[in-house]
């Protein structure tokens, strides 16, 4: 992938460590696919709403997004 392009998503896994992950998933029961999930959900409102962003000026996603927001209005 060209690194200049920042529009890209970046992908940080080999198709062999997705195959793999897939495999690992398929093994957990319905119980650990549950907790799985609030574990993540759980982490994904941590990063968007409490964790600090150095390089956004020191405001979450969340932040930094409602402040761009609220300057082209």
Same mark, same amino acid.
């Given at each position: @992938?060209? $690194?200049? *392009?920042?529009?890209?998503?970046? !992908?940080? %896994?080999?198709?062999?460590?997705?195959? =793999? %992950?897939?495999?690992?998933?398929?093994?957990?029961?319905?119980?650990?696919? =549950?907790?799985?999930?609030?574990?993540?959900?759980?982490?994904?409102?941590?990063? *968007? &709403?409490? $964790? $600090?962003?150095? !390089?956004?000026?020191? @405001?979450?996603?969340?932040?930094?997004? &409602?402040?761009?927001? &609220?300057?082209? $209005?």
């Amino acid at each position: @992938m060209n $690194r200049q *392009n920042h529009s890209e998503p970046e !992908n940080r %896994f080999t198709p062999e460590e997705q195959q =793999e %992950f897939l495999e690992l998933l398929a093994q957990l029961s319905p119980e650990q696919l =549950e907790e799985l999930k609030e574990l993540t959900e759980g982490y994904v409102s941590y990063y *968007n &709403n409490e $964790r $600090r962003q150095w !390089n956004i000026q020191k @405001m979450t996603p969340i932040e930094y997004r &409602n402040h761009l927001l &609220n300057a082209i $209005r």
